[in-house]
């Protein structure tokens, strides 16, 4: 079977259409790694915090200063609702800053869960969704991956801009063949970033866009019928095609 590795969503897991189209089809042995960042496992506040200490740590300084400035200032029992008011508000006025902590902290520990796989799991072909065809876009630019590849809705410029590195890392240089599908009706992560991603491209790359419609970010439309299965499996037999020795008849 072809060794698939399927590298999930912001909220998806092994358990969602996508990557359970891959598991059920015999044609493949895929591994979906946990990333870690599927919001449903993580409602306990102590995982959370521990996963996004940045996000916690401003909010405590904001709540803390805020609550210290009104118990300065007003002695009076609701001081300390007032004082949390306050440090929401200074907190607010560092979101960016604070998006981009625990997003980049997040971001940074799915990327070793990614590498780790890869490494241990070879695969012969790498797919990625949103948050995970991030993830492949940067194994791609580290030089960890230049096999056959499929990137669903990949939001690689998005989470570039939140977590405050701007476009350095947005357009690097995509295996031969890479095939990106995105739908016309995401309104997440817009296609345009794919696009974008598509153009900068050497034409002798052969990279391909396949837009759909109607369709919202998830696209689980493709899982159910059959698109993902056969954009995964024309990619795998490219490859084994590619490790193929010709010989002449004559020889």
Same mark, same amino acid.
């Given at each position: 079977?072809?060794?698939?590795?399927?590298?999930?969503?912001?909220? @998806?897991? @092994?358990?969602?259409?996508?990557?359970?189209?891959?598991?059920?089809?015999?044609?493949?042995?895929? #591994?979906?790694?946990?990333? *870690?960042?599927?919001?449903?496992?993580?409602? +306990?506040?102590?995982?959370?915090?521990?996963?996004?200490?940045?996000? /916690?740590?401003?909010?405590?300084?904001?709540?803390?200063?805020? &609550? %210290?400035?009104?118990?300065?200032?007003?002695?009076?029992?609701?001081?300390? /609702?007032?004082?949390?008011?306050?440090?929401?508000?200074?907190?607010?006025?560092?979101?960016?800053?604070? !998006?981009?902590?625990? !997003?980049?902290?997040?971001?940074?520990? +799915?990327?070793?869960?990614?590498? @780790?796989?890869?490494?241990? #799991? @070879?695969?012969?072909?790498?797919?990625? #969704?949103?948050?995970?065809?991030?993830?492949?876009?940067? /194994?791609?630019?580290?030089?960890?991956?230049?096999?056959? &590849?499929?990137?669903?809705?990949?939001?690689?410029?998005?989470?570039?801009?939140?977590? *405050?590195?701007?476009?350095?890392?947005? #357009?690097?240089?995509?295996?031969?063949?890479?095939?990106?599908?995105?739908?016309?009706?995401?309104?997440?992560?817009?296609?345009?970033?794919?696009?974008?991603?598509?153009?900068?491209?050497?034409?002798?790359?052969?990279?391909? /866009?396949?837009?759909? +419609?109607?369709?919202?970010?998830?696209? %689980?439309?493709?899982?159910?019928?059959?698109?993902?299965?056969?954009?995964?499996?024309?990619?795998?037999?490219?490859?084994?095609?590619?490790? &193929?020795?010709?010989?002449?008849?004559?020889?």
């Amino acid at each position: 079977p072809i060794k698939v590795l399927y590298l999930h969503g912001f909220e @998806e897991s @092994e358990a969602s259409p996508k990557p359970q189209a891959l598991i059920k089809d015999h044609r493949f042995m895929t #591994f979906v790694p946990e990333l *870690g960042v599927h919001l449903k496992k993580q409602r +306990s506040p102590i995982k959370f915090a521990a996963r996004n200490p940045w996000l /916690l740590g401003s909010l405590l300084i904001g709540s803390v200063v805020g &609550t %210290w400035l009104a118990s300065a200032h007003l002695a009076t029992v609701p001081s300390a /609702l007032i004082g949390l008011m306050v440090g929401g508000s200074l907190v607010y006025m560092l979101k960016a800053h604070i !998006i981009a902590g625990a !997003i980049g902290g997040s971001y940074d520990a +799915s990327y070793q869960v990614a590498a @780790e796989a890869l490494k241990q #799991f @070879e695969p012969d072909v790498v797919c990625g #969704f949103s948050w995970g065809g991030a993830l492949v876009v940067e /194994l791609v630019e580290r030089g960890m991956w230049d096999g056959p &590849t499929v990137l669903l809705a990949p939001a690689h410029s998005k989470l570039a801009d939140l977590r *405050g590195v701007g476009k350095v890392s947005a #357009f690097p240089k995509l295996p031969l063949n890479a095939v990106v599908v995105h739908s016309s009706a995401d309104q997440l992560i817009p296609i345009d970033y794919s696009r974008e991603l598509c153009r900068a491209q050497p034409e002798a790359k052969k990279v391909r /866009l396949i837009e759909i +419609s109607k369709d919202p970010h998830k696209m %689980w439309s493709i899982a159910s019928d059959g698109t993902l299965a056969r954009l995964v499996f024309e990619a795998g037999m490219a490859k084994s095609q590619s490790n &193929t020795i010709i010989h002449d008849c004559d020889d």
